[in-house]
Each structure stands twice: as structure tokens, then as C-alpha cells.
């Protein structure tokens, strides 16, 4: 089993749409969970990060974190076209390193 | 502030040539990773250093690759020789430490690899 597990997609939503990205992990002794944001041909961007179960909220976007189910979502309100991307979740694993989802496709149409 | 550089952006080149990928870290960041990315398998990592050590290069796919860090603003990702299946984009990312653990990395915008 892998570490992470992420929805493939491609995700494709109209203009203004509420996006939902999610992630599962296998480890339940993981604790730090972050987003990242890639645009074509460019290297991923840190979009957000927490410790902790709950949510986490930086302006359109909300990183959730439910570790009793293992389960990380990335919601985006209002969705705009240059949200446009894909997004990929990572975790920081016992030994330091970080393991990532293989990334979602997503596509806001105007 | 600059961020992670690598050097070159694209990289072309023929079966069998040794191929050399740069990249200079964030200033201040103790930590530096390799990925290779493909549309098959995502985000891999092939190695990262701490403090110019290498502390983890399990995802080195085979003796054709080898990395160093001569010191805390280099590193250097080698191939040779090289074969048409290591096609993809390389990244380098780093990241600094607190409490001993690594800190959200930060990427450069890779180097993408065509080996004909």
C-alpha cells in the first residue's frame, strides 16, 4: 500500500464551483500535511500546511485533515480560472521525509 | 528572494551521453531533495541531503545516477549512461529544519530530460 493516495481526476468544474481534492494515508502516526500547486511546466508552489485534524483556512481555500479516518481534503470556493492545475497533497512521514499523491488535474471553465 | 534554481531548463540529448543536472538551494535551507516526475509514477524521490549528507538514496533507480552537494548552495544530479526511459522532469527542492524535523519544501521548476 502506498503512503498517500490521491483522486486522479482530471476534475473539470464550471466558474464559481466549489472544488473538493482529497487524499488518504496509510500511516496513522503522520502529522503534517500540506498542499502544493502545480501550474504546466513549472515546479510545485506550497499552498498550505497544518498539523492538526480540523481545517485550516487561507482565503478561497480550506485544507481538512481528519486523522481518525485518515482522509485530507483541499476545498476551493469560488472557483477562478487560474485555479486551473494540478494539485498534489504531500505528508511528512517518521523519518523526515515527505511522500506525495500522484496529483490532481483540475480544469475551471469560465 | 530567490528561490531554487536548477540549470538547464531542458535538456536534450542522445542514448549512451552522461547528462548533468544543477541546482543551487534557498539560501539558509539545510535540507535539498531530487524527484523525478513522470506522468506513470508522479513525484519520486531520488535522494535527499542534510547538512551536504546524502541521508536517504533508496529512490535511486540504479549505479547509472549519482548525486553530490559539495556544499550548501550546489548539487548536482549525474546520469550516465544515460537511456531513453529516464525521460522525464527533474526537481530539486529544499527545505529548512526546525526542531529536527524538515519544513513544506520548496521546489525549483525542474529540468525537463529527453534522452533520444
Known amino acids: 500500500q502506498k503512503e498517500v493516495e490521491q483522486d486522479p481526476g482530471p476534475l473539470s468544474v464550471p466558474e464559481g464551483a466549489i472544488v473538493s481534492l482529497n487524499c488518504t494515508y496509510s500511516?496513522?502516526?503522520?502529522?503534517?500535511f500540506m498542499w502544493y500547486r502545480q501550474y504546466s511546466r513549472k515546479g510545485p508552489e506550497l499552498l498550505m500546511y497544518t498539523y492538526s485534524s480540523g481545517n485550516k483556512e487561507d482565503g478561497r481555500f480550506t485544507a481538512q485533515v481528519d486523522k481518525s479516518s485518515k482522509y485530507i481534503s483541499l476545498f476551493i470556493r469560488d472557483s477562478q480560472p487560474s485555479d486551473s492545475a494540478t494539485y498534489l497533497c504531500?505528508?511528512?512521514?517518521?523519518?523526515?521525509?515527505?511522500?506525495f499523491g500522484t496529483g490532481t488535474s483540475l480544469t475551471v471553465i469560465p | 528572494d530567490a528561490g531554487v534554481i536548477q540549470s538547464p531548463r531542458h535538456e536534450v540529448t542522445e542514448m549512451g551521453q552522461e547528462v548533468t543536472l544543477r541546482c543551487k538551494p534557498i539560501?539558509?535551507?539545510?535540507?535539498l531533495f531530487w524527484y523525478r516526475q513522470t506522468m506513470m509514477r508522479g513525484l519520486e524521490l531520488l535522494i535527499y541531503?542534510?547538512?551536504?549528507?546524502?541521508?536517504?538514496d533508496s529512490g535511486m533507480p540504479e549505479d547509472r545516477f549519482s548525486a553530490k552537494m559539495p556544499n550548501a548552495s550546489f548539487s548536482t544530479l549525474k546520469i550516465q549512461p544515460s537511456e531513453p526511459r529516464d525521460s522525464a522532469v527533474y526537481f530539486c527542492a529544499s527545505s529548512s529544519i526546525r526542531d529536527g524535523r524538515n519544513q513544506p519544501q520548496h521546489f525549483g521548476d525542474g529540468t525537463r530530460l529527453s534522452i533520444l
Open positions: 539560501s539558509g535551507h539545510n535540507s
Open positions: 500511516n496513522s502516526a503522520f502529522q503534517y
Open positions: 541531503f542534510n547538512n551536504n549528507v546524502p541521508i536517504d
Open positions: 504531500a505528508i511528512r512521514g517518521d523519518g523526515n521525509q515527505f511522500y
